[in-house]
């Protein structure tokens, strides 16, 4: 047979397929050949790029991205979904993907470390209700002083716990305070300290990373102030991580800072555990770029203009 001929007959058998959506055993009879052959000819069509097959839906993953964020970055799993058209709705598109993410891990986590903050609020809101049950979810770093702050504390923390038919450990402390001292005390005092080893030592820890931005939860919550915003900057900080401040290599810049933050501490981001980033914006692919290139994550989802900026950094 020749090159021609082969090419009208995967061409034939591809119309038949797609088109008049005959099975296989049918196309066969009709092109008087076996099954395996069309099996065969189809195959061919979609490996020389006579076939091309397009999936049109919000999750709809791009595998392209997925394999360059698993090749440049030592992470088991990259969901990237594509970024919406419309403005402002890849928040919601990332969350819905990191929500399946989660509850469709095997095992099902029994332990989860979460920092809080709008993203992961998001994804709360996007799980299914009882999709696990007995599920303890701990706060991995300390809360807020505002109270209309303090619902993205709750909604990430008690929300999860509530549709994993779980219990919720909240950290009755600042996440970030003015004297190093009392952030010594605080650490120590028996229920914070139970609470951050507990969300360290979970099975699956989840977290967005936090861009140094003057309009962040913590700024407007008082914890720091502009001037120490630029102070950070200046030494390089690039990122923030459960109030961890860290540079272009995942490393803390100020101690003095580092020393009065209450949370885990960045190497249980490099556990055994899963642990699960989740971000999506200009702004974030930075601080997605560092916790990749650190280890700090073992998954990734994120949508595709970000993992596209992730990757160009």
Known sequence: MSDAERDALMLRAAELYYYERLTQAAIADRLMCSRWTVGRLLEEARDCGMITISINHPHARDRSLENQIRGA???????VVASPEEAG????????????????????????????????????????????????VYQAFGGLIRSDDDD??????????????????????????????LARRLRQEPAIAQTLRDAASADTILYSPGAIRDDSILVRSGYLKEGLMEQLRAKGAVADFFSHFVDAHGAPVIP??????IAIGLEALTGPGRRVLVGHGQDKALPMRVALGAGYASAVVTDSRTAAAILAG
């Open 152 to 181: 993205v504390v709750m909604r990430s923390i008690s929300l999860i716990a509530r549709k994993g038919q779980g219990m919720g450990s909240l950290l009755p402390a600042p996440a970030l305070v003015r004297d190093v001292d």
């Open 73 to 79: 970055f030592d992470v088991v799993d990259a969901i």
């Open 256 to 261: 003095e800072v580092e020393d009065r933050v």
């Open 89 to 136: 709705a890849a928040g919601s598109v990332v969350a819905s993907a990191a929500g399946d993410y989660l509850t469709g891990l095997r095992p099902r986590p029994t332990s989860l470390g979460v920092a809080w903050g709008r993203t992961i609020a998001a994804v709360a809101q996007a799980m299914p209700d009882r999709w696990t049950s007995g599920l303890k």
